[in-house]
């Protein structure tokens, strides 16, 4: 009897802590374009297991083209400051000036979900780049065709 009762025990304290460890930080970004014109939003969530986060974009009235995201190291989408790669030089396996590159035909929509990750994925540079990383920087979409600044997405600091 006294076996069943500390099995039960350790039982309950095992489903209390074990899933803490398994929360995921998440946000919603916000994109406006330079004009602030409000362009939709990338709900982005940290994978558990791997430590990469990924985005479900869900972005339109995009004009034709190609584009880019960057992550940036300012403070807001006015204060964007400089490529985050330049303060922060371990992350160039992260390919940082090009998270993500997608290309906008004439419906105007980017409808898609993204996972991020290194060129190469080690145990060194997995964790670099998080939503909790992220937070309170700016992601800034670029047009590839001009390289010109078309829209910025302020990783909210809490959600």
Same mark, same amino acid.
Do not use: H
């Given at each position: 009897?006294?076996?069943?009762?500390?099995?039960?025990?350790?039982?309950?304290?095992?489903?209390?802590?074990? $899933?803490?460890?398994?929360?995921?930080?998440?946000?919603?970004?916000?994109? &406006?374009?330079? #004009? *602030?014109?409000? /362009?939709? @939003?990338?709900?982005?969530?940290?994978?558990?297991?791997?430590?990469?986060?990924?985005?479900?974009?869900?972005?339109?009235?995009?004009?034709?083209?190609?584009?880019?995201?960057?992550?940036?190291?300012?403070?807001?989408?006015?204060?964007?400051?400089?490529?985050?790669?330049?303060?922060? $030089?371990?992350?160039?396996?992260?390919?940082?000036?090009?998270?993500?590159? &997608?290309?906008? #035909? *004439?419906?105007? /929509?980017? @409808?898609?979900?993204?996972?991020?990750?290194?060129?190469?994925?080690?145990?060194?540079?997995?964790?670099?780049?998080?939503?909790?990383?992220?937070?309170?920087?700016?992601?800034?979409?670029?047009?590839?065709?001009?390289?010109?600044?078309?829209?910025?997405?302020?990783?909210?600091?809490?959600?």
């Amino acid at each position: 009897m006294q076996s069943n009762i500390w099995t039960f025990i350790t039982f309950l304290c095992f489903i209390y802590i074990y $899933p803490i460890q398994l929360i995921a930080d998440w946000t919603t970004v916000e994109f &406006f374009t330079k #004009d *602030k014109l409000n /362009i939709g @939003n990338a709900e982005g969530v940290d994978s558990w297991f791997l430590q990469l986060p990924a985005f479900k974009f869900k972005l339109k009235n995009l004009e034709m083209g190609k584009y880019r995201i960057a992550l940036y190291d300012g403070d807001s989408c006015e204060n964007f400051g400089i490529p985050i790669i330049e303060s922060k $030089p371990e992350l160039s396996d992260w390919n940082i000036e090009n998270l993500v590159n &997608f290309s906008i #035909d *004439k419906n105007g /929509i980017f @409808n898609s979900t993204i996972g991020l990750k290194p060129k190469i994925t080690t145990a060194n540079n997995r964790g670099l780049i998080s939503i909790g990383s992220m937070r309170g920087k700016p992601l800034l979409i670029f047009k590839e065709n001009n390289n010109k600044f078309y829209a910025c997405g302020f990783v909210p600091i809490t959600n």
